[in-house]
Each structure stands twice: as structure tokens, then as C-alpha cells.
């Protein structure tokens, strides 16, 4: 790389300087997703808190990670009439169980239709339940007229769960979405045009160069988002749209009317795709520099001397593989000269190398940015990947869920991860993968690359974050960067009007000159006849 | 306007710091477009030789406004055989009263036909020429060589005539555009969705909520740009891509490879639409704070006391309008109690009112920061737009050429302007726009509004240039932010093969189930009969 001039140092001073604390802040209304999407929100609400906002979060009664207290937010709890689905942890846990067991055991047709219509079904009652909790906040009028009192000057949402869209309509505030999945399907679907041909659809691991069999699967994930989004997933706030805002408000146009969408995306990991004004890029904002270790993991990090150490985590949801996967993992991790922390909350594999040590939490976001750190064995959730562009450090990715298989084909594309398929997985197999990965350079050339780019930005994302909630809260939303021709009905936006009238047009044109034509022809023949006569 | 924290002071010291110039330099290679683009793409390079970058600005040997010498870049002149149309003042002036003359007269359709014609004529004519100093470089290999030798990091260049893509593409360097119209259209076309429906195409006055026959007309005309795209321009440089880089390269394919696109687009004036990662929009950059008027001009703007100045300028291209036109223009003027400062060029009007000061150039900018001037008389160019809405002064739009009709309306959509037919205009009418300007104070609040909008932001304009013009010197190119999705085949990027194979297996499916159930009726009648038998 030439040295041209950086203003990366630059950029350091100005993310201080943004840092500081405004004299007045601002009221913000936030609802949050539970689960890891909180995660990324409370960072935003502690930077919030700390530049003098002041912050009230919705929760349900059965909220799992958002608490009632704390010291950066104050809380309104909605009593929920059942335990929330996508609250209760033991959900996922059974649902990965019996999704690998289904994929292990090359399931019949009938057993594969059954369980994602399981998967629909719950996919519909989580979307039942958090509209249910929109319910209970418009039958309880003091809290409505609390809120109205209050004054927000705007509602901070993840529209995963988009049940705030309604309660930001029904008190006539500007919405701001931290946002990367929007009810069924990802989130730039929703307001930017996105041809099929080279955006991935959500839900369908393919790369933005695809072959045709890739363009047809696509297309038909595509066709799928649309049908569980108009099925499943809208039916249930469009029902109370039209129960308290009448006929003419759609939940979808509530959706794609917010003001800004501050997206969880960065080009160095999403491949490139239209966009539009209002959506502001957010993706790694939650990264930072590594603090240094607690001393006994220091100590056996740097135990590894020239060798190095390799990291292992299947995220928050996952309490364990299955015995005979994870003792595959363990009989590889014992073959290779690397020191390896695995963090395992399973049964204990009874082959393990002296090599590895077992953990029930790590500190992940400082393992990955320590030099000694060489890979990291990986599920795919968005933040991990995150940290591992951000700290360059090259994955093995085991996919297991949701959008895990998008998240890792992505680096794999970008030759910075090697992924294997977790259901056929062998000691070979992993053994075979590490190896490419601590032996093959390209893969930390590639990684450390993109780590350059995540990294070059004028502003840092978090900082990006914080100036776009406040410039909705000074101009009361941001109308001018935001498209509404999604108020059109969709044959004008696609223009099919306009095309039949200029092609009836061009018709009309071409016959008219066609029977004149005719007509003159006949005359002149006529003429000449007479003419011979 | 609540008291939100604001970054903007924040915002002040980046712009400061941001301009510190950095320690060692790149290289960059410059392709300007002559006349009132020239004034944009010098002061990005004022700025750039500040931040210690060596340029070389390519010209030719007639160039009107870039001269061969300037303190903050060294030229290459290339020697043309003719003398190039489009730096030919009097082929702009000419054209406008020609075309002035038949708007006026209300001409007959083969009128109008054959000016559009002599026109596109003359469109063609411009770029031959600007392809033919792409041949003149070829053809001097020397001169190539010596680029080469050079080690430029990057071509910067203004696509308006897009010659130098094919000069970057010889020497492999990325390419900068500094962009806002392309070839014969509006920049974003070539790499943003546009869909007709909401996106005004250029050339083309509708806002971007339509009706019908607005949409309609947006249509016809995005297809003439289509047209003229693929006759007029394009085989011009089509003929020199077969020429040098064989058949699998396309003059298209060159252009949509920019790695960033500077566009000289602000929101508070277009209307939202797609966008694309590698887009910047950097509209605005020329605008800065007004500095003190010359004592003599100070003196004049003071003795308008309470009731204040309008300027009025139409333009570095417009020697002046027709006589008749200017007598009313100034017979308006003299019926007002404020003070005129009117840029005229032609013959001086006798019934001149004594409030009226004519003058052959004005310092814009300076005039348009003063809190005397009241409104701006304007003909409708970008910079000049660009310095009313960062001044917050309200227009009144006489539109005369090329995207002056389309300024103006936007400023007129959003409140802030009044827009007149210059071919129409009467004292009278001139005189009741001055007097809504001036006193109906909406226009005047709509301006201010549209003011604080384009001047929140977190990075100012000139300053997210530089970010990028280095970014990809840093990073050779910025492929990650650009998606290369203009090389499938149109029916494919369209879906379209896709479509009819999942139609063709729809009905294939449909038509086997038909033949299955047939033959299964048929047996089971055949069966029935046997039965009955």
C-alpha cells in the first residue's frame, strides 16, 4: 500500500469529539428484539445515554436479556398474557436439535415439508405474540397518554419484531430502525429495488455472481420471503392497522416509511446492491480494540509460543452440538501443535487434546484481536464475523442457522473462510480445514484486507449511528431522503400502465396509417382504372 | 427546532483537520469538461493539491477555460486537428436564442424536428471530438509511454465527455468520477435502478410524485435517452474500445467499472431515489461562507435600507436574452422599492429604474451571503442553486437550457422557488413573482428549512471527496463497493430466463399432474366398467 495520506488518525479525533456529551439531549422511545439483536441495541443505547439522551425501553414481562433496570435507560414493562416465544432460550435449542437431525438423516420429503411448516407456524405465533404486546399497550390509555406526555422526540426500533412501527404511528413520531432482518426477509428488500439476479435473498446462500440453477433458487427463496411475509407474517399487524387506523394505513407502509434505517451491513462482508438515501451504514459498529486478558488466559495464550492459538464459539443460542460431532472436533483439535479454547457449554468430549481448553464464556472480542490468535472456528452470527474482519482473523465457519450460512459463504467468496457442512463433518474433514487455514497465507492475506477496508471509513459507524438519531430528532425525520413510491399501486410503479399506453399508442399510430395507406392505394388503383378505361 | 446536541461545531473542527494536507502524496491524472463544470473540478483540485497530490490536468490545445498553467497542477496539452465545439463560446450562445426563437414563435413541427435534429447533430459532432483526443493520445506513444512511466494512482475525471475511461483502462489505473451528467444522461442511470415511475429522467421537468401523462412523458423520454445513448454517443467510443481492446470490452462496460462516483447530488435538491455503495454524494461542495463585499458594492446593498437587494445572473454562457424580454424585465425591476444588482452582458435597457445597478460579473456568492439580499433571479445552474439553498435565498426561476428547466422545478415542488417561461414573460407577470418571493414569507421559510437540511451533515462534502479520491489511491479501486452485475447479459439481469423456466416447470408440472389424473380416470372408468359388465 503507497502511503497516501491517512485520515484515519483524523477520524480517531473526531470519533472523541463526537463522543462528547451534547448540553440537551433528546427523548427516545426504543423497541428492542431480545435475544443477540439486543446486544448490538443496548451498545447504541449506552452511547445515547452517554451523549445526554434519555432513554425508555419497552419490554415485555418475560423478557430474557432486556432488563428493567439500568443505569443507562429506564424501563416500561407490558404484562403479557403467555411467556413470549423467541424469549424462551430452550426454543432454539430443540429447533437447531431437530433441524440437524432432520439434515443428518437425509430426511424424507413429508419429514422436511412438516418441519418447516413447524417452522412456519412458530415464525407466526412469534409475530402473533409481539403484536399481541402492541395490543396491550393501545388497551392501557394512561400508559398511551403517559407516552404522549412525554413528549418523544422519536421512536428507536429493530423491526425484526416491527410491532413499534404501529405505536410510533399511533403517537405520530419519527422512527429511526437499527435494523439488518425485517419480519421475514432482510431488511433492504423492503425499500430499495433489488433485482433477484444479483442480490441475494435471505434465507438463500448464494454468492452475487451466480450460475442459473443459483438465479432460479434465489428467485424462488425470493418468492418464498414474499408469500411468508404476506401470509404469515403481515396478517397480524395489518389487522390491527385496520382495527385502529382504518382502512387506508398498511402495516408495510408504516415499515417503509421510516425516516432512517440504520443498517447492521458493511460492504467489505455483504456484497455489493442498490440502496437508498435514508439507509445509513452501520455494519461492525459494536467492534473495538482488544482489551488485554485476564492473566491465566494470557498465560495460556502465550503458552502456545510460535504455534498460536485457535478460538472455537458457536455463538449465545447454542448449548451444544451433538457427542459425536463434538468429539470429532476434539479428536482434530488434538492433532494440531496449536493451542485451542473452545467454548462448550455440552457434555465434555472425552478425547480431548491437551491442547484445548474447555470455557463456558470467552472473551471473545479480545481473544481475536491478541497477535497470537491465529483462526477462529466460527458459527456465522453476524457479530462474531464482525470481529473477526474487524481484528483480520481468518475463519472456519460451522454454520448452524438462520443467516450463519449466508454470513460465512460470504467470506468464503472473499477467500478469508473455509466452511464445512457441521452435519458431515469428520475429524479429517475439520482437521484438513484448519490446516488450510493456518498453512495457506492467502486466507490471512485476504482477511487482513478486508480488515483494511472495514477499518478506512470518514466516520466510524457507531458515530454515523449517533449522528443520524440525532439529525431525525433536530428536522423531526428526514422525509427529504426518503423515497414514497411505495404509496404506489404496484402496476404504476412498475410503469405496466404507462407500457400498454404507449404500446396501444404506437398500435393505434401504425394501424391508422395502415388503413390510410389502404385507402390511398385504393383510390390510385381506382384512378388508374379509370383512367385506362 | 429543539435543542438537540449538534455535531455541526464538531463538524467544523473535521473540516479542519480533514483539510491538514498529508504527508506524502499520490498521483492523480485528471480528464476535466471545459466551461461551468471546469469551475467544480478546479476547486476539488485547489483542494487536493493543498493535500500534497501532484496533478495533471489532460487538455486540449483549444480549451477555453483550462488553461495550460496554474499554480496547483501541470497540463498535458494534446494538439486537436480541429477547434472543439463545445469550447466554443458563441455555440452555446447561439444555440440559445435559436432556440429561444422558436419556443417564442410557437414553430411548426418540422421546426422543432429539425432543430432537435441539428441538435443531436451537434451532440455527436461534441463527442467525435472528444474521442478524436483519445486517438491523438493513443497515437502518440511517446507521450503514453511516459504516462506509464508516470505511476499515476488514479484518473479523476468528469464523464460528461468520457474519453478518459478508455486512457485510464490502457494504463490500468481505477478511475474517480467528479459526476452529474454522463454521455446524454443523468449520471445515476448508468449504475442505479431507476425505475421511470418516481425517478425524473433527465431532460424531462416532472417532480417525482407523477401523474399519468407525467409518468408517460418521463418514459418517452428515458427511452429518446436511450436511443441517443446507443446512436449518438456511445459508437463514438464503442468504435475505439473495438479499435484498441478487441471485441469484449464495451465503452459501457468502462464506465460502469468507476470505482467511485463523486455526484454533485444533494437530497435537499433531487428527489430520493437508488442508490448505489460507490456513489458519494458530494452535492454543494463549491458552496462556502460569503466574504466581505468590494466597499462600493457594500455601499449600494446598504442603501436599499429596510427594504433590501435581489440579485439576478443568468449564467457564465448567456451573453443576454432577447431585447424585448430584458425591457420588461427591467421595467419590473424599476416598480419595486428594493435595490437590483443585475448581471447583464447585452444591450443596457433604457427604461433602467434608478434602483437598478447593471454589472458584468458579481461575486455570487458573496451577495448571495448577504442578509440584505432577499431573493436570487436565476436562471437555474447547479452551482448557482446549490449557493441560494446554502445561503437560504429564494429563487425566482428563468430557465433557458439544458437541467435549468429541472433546478428550478425542484426548488418549486419543495416551496422555495417561483418559476417563469422566459418565452412568455411580461412585466407583469416578472413583477407578481418578485412580490410572492418577497412577501410571502413560505418561500422564504421553505429555503431556510431546505438551508439547515444541507448543512447538517457529518462529513461536509468537499471533505467525503477527498475521503474517497484517497481511499481508492489507498486501496487501488474500490471494488467491494461496486457491483458488477452490468456484465450478465440484460436477460438475464432481468430475470427473465429464470421467470419462463420456473413457468415452464410450473406448467410442465401442472400439465404431468393433468395426464397422471386423465390416465387415472380412465382407468379407474375402465375398472368401473369391467366392474358393471
Known sequence: MKNIPRVTSEVFIISVLLALPGSHGGKILVFPVDGSHWVNMNLLLEGLHARNHSITVVRSNTSWYVKEKSPHYTSITIPMPEAIKIEDQNFFVSFLSRMLEIQREGASVLTFVSFYWEMLTALS??????????????????????????????????????????????????????????????????????????????????????????????????????????????????????????????????????????????????????????????????????????????EFVQSSGEHGVIIMSLGTLVKGLPTDITSEIAAAFAQIPQKVIWRHLGERPQNLGNNTLLVEWMPQNDLLGHPKVKAFVAHGGTNGVYEAIYHGVPVVGLPLLFDQFEN??????????????????????????????????????SMDHLSKLHRDKPLQPLDSAFFWIEFVMRHKGAAHLRTESYKMPWYAYHSLDVISFLIAAVLALMGTVIVMFNLMCRRVCRMRKLKQQ
Open 408 to 445: 460465512v459463504l460470504r467470506l468464503e467468496v472473499r477467500g478469508a473462510a473455509k466452511v464445512l457442512d457441521v452435519t458431515k463433518l469428520t475429524r479429517k474433514s475439520f482437521l484438513q480445514a484448519l490446516q488450510d487455514i493456518l498453512h495457506d497465507s492467502s486466507y490471512q492475506r
Open 125 to 298: 405465533e412469534i409475530h402473533r405474540q409481539a403484536s399481541q404486546l402492541v395490543v396491550e399497550m393501545f388497551k392501557n390509555q394512561q400508559l398511551m397518554q403517559s407516552l404522549r406526555d412525554s413528549q418523544f422526540d422519536l421512536v428507536l426500533m429493530d423491526p425484526g419484531l416491527p410491532g413499534g412501527v404501529l405505536v410510533a404511528h399511533q403517537l405520530q413520531l419519527p422512527t429511526v430502525f437499527n435494523v439488518r432482518w425485517i419480519t421475514s426477509g432482510e431488511g433492504h428488500f423492503v425499500v430499495a429495488p433489488s433485482p433477484v439476479s444479483y442480490v441475494p435473498t435471505s434465507g438463500c446462500a448464494v454468492p452475487d455472481k451466480m450460475t442459473f440453477y443459483q438465479r432460479a433458487k434465489n428467485m424462488f427463496h425470493y418468492i418464498l420471503n414474499i408469500c411468508i411475509d404476506t401470509f404469515v407474517v403481515s396478517p397480524h399487524y395489518n389487522r390491527l392497522c385496520a382495527q385502529y387506523f382504518g382502512p387506508d394505513i398498511s402495516f408495510y407502509h408504516l415499515l417503509q416509511s421510516s425516516d432512517i434505517w440504520l443498517m447492521r451491513v458493511d460492504f467489505v462482508f455483504e456484497f455489493p446492491r442498490p440502496t437508498m438515501p435514508n439507509i445509513v451504514y452501520i455494519g461492525g459498529f459494536q467492534c473495538k480494540p482488544a482489551k488485554a486478558l485476564p492473566s491465566e488466559l494470557e
